[in-house]
C-alpha cells in the first residue's frame, strides 16, 4: 500500500486485499523446511507451508555436535542505504496469489520452485527477503510461529539454532532466531540470522509468511526491509483453475 506506517501500528482492516477463493480452506498447519541459497551457496532452514487440512509429526533429525561457527565480516547491511519499490508477482499453491510488495528496488526478484514463493535478493547474494502466499487461510499468526517453533526443535543440533526473540502483536508474528547451516551446504559454518513473519489479512488469519535472512550484523536493516515489506504487502487471489 502507498501509505506505510510503524509495525506496531500496521494491519488495520485493509491491508490485505483478498479476492476469489482466499479465505477459504485451511492453512496447514505443518510446516517443512526449505532449501535456500545463502552465503557462498549454502542452504538455510527457511520454513513454507504445507499440505493443508494436515498435521504430520515432524521427523527427527540425526543429531550430531555442535559446529565450529564462522562469521563473515562483510560490512553491514545498512537501512539508510536502501530505496524501496513496490514489486508484484504472482506465486501459486492451493490457490493462485498476485502479491504487490515494497522491497528494496535493486535486489533481484527469483522465483521459487515449488512456486509457493518469491524471493528478492541483493548483489551480494548474502541477504534476501523471501514472501509466501498461495495457501488457504485459516489459522491465526500466533499458530503459525508456535508450529515453526516445534519444527525448529527438531533440526539437528549441529546446525545450532539459537531462538532469539519471538513477538505476537496485533495482527502479525515475529520470530528471529540464528542458525548454522548443515556441514554439506555449508564447509564454512558461517552463522545465519533469520527473522521470520507471519502478517495477517483483516479475518485475523495468517495471509502472508516472510522472512528475511542475512548476516547477525545486518539485523537492524534487515527488520527494516522485513517491516517496509509487512506494512505494503498485499495478496489478491485466483483460483488455479481461473
Not at 526473540?165 to 548443515?182: G, I
Amino acid at each position: 500500500m502507498a501509505k506505510t506506517v510503524s509495525r506496531r501500528a500496521m494491519l488495520g482492516a485493509g491491508l490485505l486485499t483478498l479476492a476469489g477463493v482466499g479465505g477459504a480452506g485451511g492453512y496447514g498447519a505443518g510446516l517443512f523446511l526449505t532449501k535456500e541459497p545463502s552465503l557462498a551457496g549454502t542452504a538455510a532452514p527457511l520454513a513454507v507451508g504445507s499440505t493443508p487440512g494436515t498435521r504430520p509429526t515432524p521427523t527427527p533429525t540425526p543429531t550430531g555436535p555442535p559446529r565450529k561457527v564462522t562469521y563473515d565480516k562483510s560490512p553491514a547491511l545498512e537501512a539508510d542505504d536502501l530505496n524501496y519499490a513496490t514489486r508484484i508477482f504472482t506465486v501459486t499453491d492451493m490457490v493462485r496469489s498476485r502479491i504487490s510488495v515494497r522491497v528494496p528496488s535493486d535486489w533481484t526478484y527469483t522465483k521459487q520452485n515449488p512456486p509457493k514463493s518469491g524471493r528478492f535478493t541483493d548483489r551480494t547474494k548474502k541477504r534476501w527477503i523471501r514472501v509466501e502466499a498461495g495457501f488457504t487461510i485459516s489459522r491465526p499468526p500466533a499458530d503459525s510461529l508456535a508450529a515453526r517453533l516445534k519444527q525448529l526443535a527438531y533440526i539437528s543440533a549441529s546446525q545450532m539454532v539459537k531462538i532469539l526473540s519471538q513477538e505476537v502483536e496485533a495482527n502479525y508474528a515475529t520470530l528471529t532466531y540464528t542458525y548454522v547451516p548443515d556441514e554439506e551446504l555449508s564447509p564454512e559454518g558461517v552463522l545465519r540470522y533469520v527473522v521470520v513473519r507471519w502478517v495477517a489479512d483483516d479475518s485475523g488469519n495468517c495471509a502472508v509468511e516472510m522472512s528475511a535472512t542475512g548476516l547477525p550484523q545486518d539485523k537492524d536493516a534487515l527488520l527494516e526491509v522485513l517491516d517496509h515489506a509487512a506494512d505494503s504487502v498485499e495478496r489478491r487471489d485466483t483460483p488455479l483453475s481461473g
